[in-house]
């Protein structure tokens, strides 16, 4: 019912700024939140920030104050500052499900993600 594309990754240099996108299609109804998560090869999968429906966001891990969500209709957008060669990661969008309606599909769906490279 649910897909989540992200977009905006790239290469940028340490210290710089880049906005990452993630765009939500479907039954936009049945997301009840939407993580941006982080992944490297061998690491385990971390928490950047959460947006709820009604707004509440809710930021985690080494780049909390560095990071900010905005949302403008479909996509949510995470801005990210003050980046480090330790950022370098790909950059996922999860949507979870409302458990409480029965019209939705009770699964989180993750998109394939978008890579962001911190270097000079």
């Known amino acids: 019912q649910v897909m989540v594309v992200e977009s905006g990754g790239g290469l940028v240099e340490p210290g710089g700024s880049l906005r990452v996108v993630c765009a939500a299609a479907?039954?936009?109804?049945?997301?009840?939140?939407m993580s941006w998560y982080r992944q490297v090869p061998g690491k385990e999968r971390e928490l950047v920030a959460t947006?709820?429906?009604?707004?509440s966001q809710t930021y985690a891990g080494s780049m909390k104050g560095r990071v900010t969500l905005f949302r403008e209709k479909n996509r949510l957008y995470l801005q990210m500052n003050s980046l480090k060669p330790e950022d370098t990661a790909t950059y996922l969008c999860?949507?979870?499900?409302?458990?409480?309606?029965?019209?939705?599909?009770?699964?989180?769906?993750w998109g394939q993600g978008t890579q962001v490279t911190v270097s000079s």
């Open positions: 999860k949507a979870d499900p409302k458990m409480d309606e029965v019209t939705c599909l009770h699964r989180e769906t």
């Open positions: 479907g039954n936009i109804a049945c997301i009840s939140a």
């Open positions: 947006i709820t429906h009604g707004g």
